[in-house]
């Protein structure tokens, strides 16, 4: 029979971890919420719930847990600035305008249809071209089923013709970013995740509405 301290112990390890990961979105929160499991376990040892060794386990878990999801939002940071840049690149070379002009105009509030002008055209296929290979990049990474994707591509053309014929101002069109440069997360350039740096639906396997992008995408924003 698993003893009754055994039981605690592993509750206590969920729940530590849960913790540990979760509170990782501020310097300040970590602390908090760190100080306070610290104080749990250690209340645990002093009632001989747990050994002194057991506690040190748990926070050393707690620990690493917390490095590894902070690598992952850095990796997931890096690859979102990586593929926003392409983005802008993309947008800029088809348009043949540069990247910092065509932010400024947006910011002025015109579309970035207007800006492309008789190459508006050019610039959804290629938008179009790059979000179709997100979307296929996707389903090989097991991100997305087959039919999923068949979903998103039927309304890519509609979607990305729409947001380029969209004012944004400050937070610019489709792939292009504000004045400044700054890490938008509302609507835009395709392929791009969700917030802080996801990539694609959470999970993996859950689709957004037919006819939108991977998740929640990239946009230039001041």
């Not at 029979?1 to 540990?20: E, R």
């Not at 310097?27 to 645990?44: E, M, R, V």
């Not at 065509?102 to 050019?122: Q, V």
């Not at 053309?157 to 004045?179: F, I, L, N, Q, Y």
């Amino acid at each position: 029979m698993v003893s009754k301290k055994k039981v605690v112990i592993a509750a206590i390890t969920a729940v530590a971890l849960s913790v540990g990961v979760v509170g990782t979105a501020s310097a300040h929160d970590n602390g908090a919420k760190g100080n306070g499991l610290s104080s749990i376990l250690s209340d645990l040892v002093k009632k001989g719930t747990l050994t002194q060794a057991q506690a040190d386990a748990l926070n050393a878990a707690i620990a690493a847990a917390r490095t590894a999801d902070d690598a992952k939002r850095v990796a997931g940071k890096t690859a979102h600035d990586a593929e926003r840049a392409a983005l802008e690149a993309l947008v800029a070379k088809t348009i043949g305008l540069d990247a910092a002009v065509i932010k400024t105009r947006l910011a002025a509030g015109e579309t970035l249809g207007a800006i492309a002008g008789a190459k508006k055209a050019a610039l959804i296929d290629a938008l179009v071209a790059e979000q179709t290979k997100r979307i296929d990049a996707a389903v090989t990474a097991g991100k997305l089923t087959a039919a999923q994707a068949t979903t998103m591509k039927a309304g890519l053309v509609a979607h990305v013709t729409a947001e380029v014929d969209s004012v944004r101002g400050p937070k610019g069109g489709p792939g292009m970013g504000g004045p400044k440069g700054g890490h938008g997360h509302g609507h835009g350039g395709p392929g791009m995740g969700g917030h802080d740096g996801d990539h694609g639906p959470k999970g993996g396997m859950t689709p957004p509405a037919a006819g939108t992008t991977l998740g929640k995408t990239a946009s230039y924003k001041a």
